[in-house]
Nanobody, 124 residues
Framework: QVQLVEAGGGLVQTGGSLRLSCAAS????????MGWFRQVPGKEREFVSV????????DYADSVKGRFTISRDNAKNTVYLQMNSLKPEGTAVYYC?????????????????WGQGTQVTVSS
């Protein structure tokens, strides 16, 4: 089994930046598709970004394109989400997830492992 632990959330002003990390343990994630999702109370979990095993292919939700960057360091068994130009609409709990597959998908139900989440609050 794999455990995922997110870190890097916090309170930031509109226009600011945060870098989230997701550290995996238990087994290597070097062959896994990795994703970031976010959730606001009362709403369904929302896709943010996904990255393939090598880091050579990425995808983003339209709402974050041009502002967020997903990356991974397989040697460190860690995935990152660089968030720039943050907006109040970005306030949510951010989760990382792992999928035991080479197929990149955007729906939460197709991911096998989840972290506990990290709170991001963007104030104006």
């Amino acid at each position: 089994q794999v455990q995922l632990v997110e870190a890097g959330g916090g309170l930031v002003q509109t226009g600011g930046s945060l870098r989230l990390s997701c550290a995996a343990s238990g087994r290597t994630i070097s062959t896994y598709v990795m994703g970031w999702f976010r959730q606001v109370p009362g709403k369904e979990r929302e896709f943010v970004s996904v990255i393939n095993w090598s880091g050579g292919s990425t995808d983003y939700a339209d709402s974050v394109k041009g502002r967020f960057t997903i990356s991974r360091d397989n040697a460190k068994n860690t995935v990152y989400l660089q968030m720039n130009s943050l907006k109040p609409e970005g306030t949510a709990v951010y989760y990382c997830a792992a999928r035991r597959s080479s197929v990149m998908v955007t729906t939460p139900k197709h991911y096998d492992y989840w972290g506990q989440g990290t709170q991001v609050t963007v104030s104006s």
